[in-house]
Nanobody
Framework: QAQLVESGGGTVQAGGSLRLSCVASGRTFSSYGMGWFRQPPGKEREFVAA???????YAGDSVKGRSTISRDNAKNTVYLQINSLKPEDTAVYYCARSKSGRATISAYEYGLWGQGTQVTVSS
C-alpha cells in the first residue's frame, strides 16, 4: 500500500531555515505531482508548494521567494526548503501526492497524504 512519510520538522528560530523530506513508497512516484500543505494551529489547511511530474514548481504566496520544492525520483523523495522562517510558518506540514501528474493548489486534487510533521518557529 502506498504511503508518504514526512521528516525534518522541529523547532527553529525565526530567520532560520528548514528542509522537510517526504519519502513515498511505490514504483510510480515520478508520474505524480507532489505537494506540500500546512495547517497552522487553529486554522485551516493551506497550500504551500507543489511540483509536477516534469519538475515545474508552484509556491503559495505565504512562502513565495523564500521556499524551494524539489524532487529526487531516484529516491522517491520530495523536499521542501523554507528560508527566513517566521513565527507564522509554525504549522503541521503535510506531504501529498496528486491524483495525476499535475500539481495544483487545491487539496481536493491530492489523493494520498502523509501523517504530517510539526514545524515550530520561535521568535
Amino acid at each position: 500500500q502506498a504511503q508518504l512519510v514526512e521528516s525534518g520538522g522541529g523547532t527553529v528560530q525565526a530567520g532560520g531555515s528548514l528542509r522537510l523530506s517526504c519519502v513515498a513508497s511505490g514504483r510510480t512516484f515520478s508520474s505524480y505531482g507532489m505537494g506540500w500543505f500546512r495547517q497552522p494551529p487553529g486554522k485551516e489547511r493551506e497550500f504551500v508548494a507543489a511540483i509536477n511530474w516534469g519538475g515545474g514548481t508552484y509556491a503559495g504566496d505565504s512562502v513565495k521567494g523564500r521556499s524551494t520544492i524539489s524532487r529526487d525520483n531516484a529516491k522517491n523523495t520530495v523536499y521542501l526548503q523554507i528560508n527566513s522562517l517566521k513565527p507564522e510558518d509554525t504549522a503541521v506540514y503535510y506531504c501529498a501526492r496528486s491524483k495525476s501528474g499535475r500539481a495544483t493548489i487545491s487539496a481536493y486534487e491530492y489523493g494520498l497524504w502523509g501523517q504530517g510533521t510539526q514545524v515550530t518557529v520561535s521568535s
